[in-house]
């Protein structure tokens, strides 16, 4: 029930100078792979999760949403319409079918499953396929965000020691972090996707120092946790506002366990990207970046 996080999914108008932008940051990036629904990506793979960014391959292959049925092409189309930036937060899962049933008993906006394959360039130049099974759900009190759950049904092809080492000694994706006007509003959608014990909200007895300045939610899951923050939390968290629309909850970047702080801070520096300097971590964007924060962080 304390689904991990999988991946994150960041969409933007140009892939290749996007990729651009993440080997300057110190990752290691796959090859560019098609979807079969008009989307196109690359990955940053790390231990356990990973990055997917997201761009526009064939507008025209992309289908509409249909009774039901959520779909990812035009769900990112449509936010990239908007403004480049995270689009989708997605769980780990071992059953895809048993989360849209958990996901319908607790009431929540669930869609139909959807199954799907492409093919992946492996290290070594072949191409193997890989398949997927995804269970969406949103919540309209949240229309600029989507979730689901992600089953893989091979992932002997699709992880890579060699895609999953970096420059920057990246590790896996810590923490996804969000901005909303109330976080604690939002308290009852991750309790149906993550139950009760794993959430917690700042100022609640029992709540401990969770991260994120007054009434900032916190959800625990089997790897990483989703931090909510106030506009005025993110702000003194980061030093700047955010770039998505402070009325309504929305993705506003993440945080990267990494080997050696000091190694990161120097392959930044090299880069000539602009850090800051927070509570041990360093801090990029979200100038820069589509609109997103990175945070790293030692391991």
Not at 71 to 94: C, H, I, K, P, Y
């Amino acid at each position: 029930m304390v689904r991990g996080l999988d991946h994150l999914v960041m969409v933007v108008n140009d892939l290749e100078a996007a990729r651009g932008v993440y080997e300057r940051l110190g990752f290691t990036t796959t090859p560019r792979a098609l979807h079969p629904f008009g989307t196109e990506n690359f990955l940053v793979q790390m231990q356990g999760n990973f990055l997917e960014v997201v761009g526009i391959a064939d507008a025209g292959m992309i289908p509409p949403h249909g009774p039901g049925v959520f779909s990812f092409a035009r769900g990112n189309a449509d936010f990239l319409a908007r403004r480049e930036g995270m689009s989708s937060l997605v769980f780990q899962t071992q059953d895809a079918r048993a989360d849209r049933r958990d996901f319908l008993a607790a009431k929540l906006n669930a869609f139909e499953n959807v199954d799907f394959s492409r093919q992946a360039t492996l290290p070594d130049g072949s191409e193997v396929t890989v398949a997927f099974s995804l269970a969406f759900v949103t919540d309209p009190a949240m229309p600029e965000t989507t979730f689901f759950t992600c089953q893989q049904h091979a992932p002997e092809h699709f992880w890579k020691p060699a895609y999953q080492v970096h420059a920057n000694g990246a590790h896996h994706a810590a923490e996804a972090i969000m901005v909303a006007p109330d976080p604690a509003a939002h308290a009852g959608f991750f309790r149906g996707t993550h139950g009760a014990d794993a959430v917690t909200i700042k100022g609640e007895v029992g709540s401990g120092d969770a991260q994120g300045g007054d009434g900032g939610l916190r959800v625990a899951t089997d790897l990483g946790s989703i931090v909510m923050l106030t506009p005025a939390a993110y702000r003194a968290r980061f030093g700047a506002d955010t770039v998505g629309p402070v009325d309504t909850a929305h993705f506003a970047g993440f945080r990267i366990q990494v080997e050696d702080l000091a190694r990161q801070r120097a392959i930044l520096d090299d880069a000539g990207i602009a850090v800051r300097e927070a509570s041990g971590a360093l801090q990029v964007g979200p100038s820069g970046l589509s609109g997103i924060v990175m945070e790293f962080a030692a391991a």
